[in-house]
T-cell receptor, first 114, second 111 residues
Framework: DAGITQSPRYKITETGRQVTLMCHQT?????MFWYRQDLGHGLRLIYY???????DKGEVPDGYVVSRSKTENFPLTLESATRSQTSVYFC?????????????FGPGTRLTVT | DQQVKQNSPSLSVQEGRISILNCDYT??????FLWYKKYPAEGPTFLIS?????DKNEDGRFTVFLNKSAKHLSLHIVPSQPGDSAVYFC??????????FGTGTSLTVIP
């Protein structure tokens, strides 16, 4: 299927566990992003990537790790999950051509840390 | 500190009337602004955008206005339709292609 997909859609995990959220896009967009959505904060950027093997921190990177070995995949790992990381996570991609900065978002992953 | 702010958490409008959603920002270096629409249990979808060198951009029922001196942008929807009921986020492009989002405004269009 064309587009951007995230898996799993829902995840419950315990404090201290490692969790990996997957993101896959089929457009070969160069840029990919991870956001978290929390009440009162809107969407906040966690990490982003300009191309394979190039990643950079966003506003709230602490506690998260990313990698991008292939253009189409951008997994987000919570190395030791904490309750404050309970959130809805969105992956997005864009080609970022000048004048065309709109991002395409995945459906989100709802993560609960108990 | 929130660099992009949407001070109205919610807005209700009658069908057929104009909806005006507002957004303020603090960073004068932002060079591109976008509006996204979000339905429950879905990801945001792009609606309309504007470059910082313009003051207006129109696309069908949607118009975005940018006032750089006031660091303020607004989204006008006219006429409003029940299907427009959603949460609207404004976003701004900053250094290094980072995007900063507001907290969202929940629009309800009453039939």
């Amino acid at each position: 299927d064309a587009g951007i997909t995230q898996s799993p859609r829902y995840k419950i995990t315990e404090t201290g566990r490692q969790v990996t959220l997957m993101c896959h896009q089929t457009w070969s967009h160069s840029y990919m992003f991870w956001y978290r959505q929390d009440l009162g904060h809107g969407l906040r950027l966690i990490y982003y990537s300009a191309a394979a093997d190039i990643t950079d921190k966003g506003e709230v990177p602490d506690g998260y790790v990313v990698s991008r070995s292939k253009t189409e995949n951008f997994p987000l790992t919570l190395e030791s999950a904490t309750r404050s990381q309970t959130s809805v996570y969105f992956c997005a991609s864009t080609e970022q051509d000048y004048g065309s900065y709109e991002q395409y978002f995945g459906p989100g992953t709802r993560l609960t840390v108990t | 500190d929130q660099q992009v702010k949407q001070n109205s958490p919610s807005l209700s409008v009658q069908e057929g009337r104009i909806s005006i959603l507002n957004c303020d920002y603090t960073n004068s270096m932002f060079d591109y602004f976008l509006w996204y629409k979000k339905y429950p249990a879905e990801g945001p979808t792009f609606l309309i955008s504007i470059s910082s060198i313009k003051d207006k951009n129109e696309d069908g029922r949607f118009t975005v206005f940018l006032n750089k001196s006031a660091k303020h942008l607004s989204l006008h929807i006219v006429p409003s339709q029940p299907g427009d009921s959603a949460v609207y986020f404004c976003a701004a492009r900053g250094w290094g292609n980072q995007f900063y989002f507001g907290t969202g405004t929940s629009l309800t269009v009453i039939p």
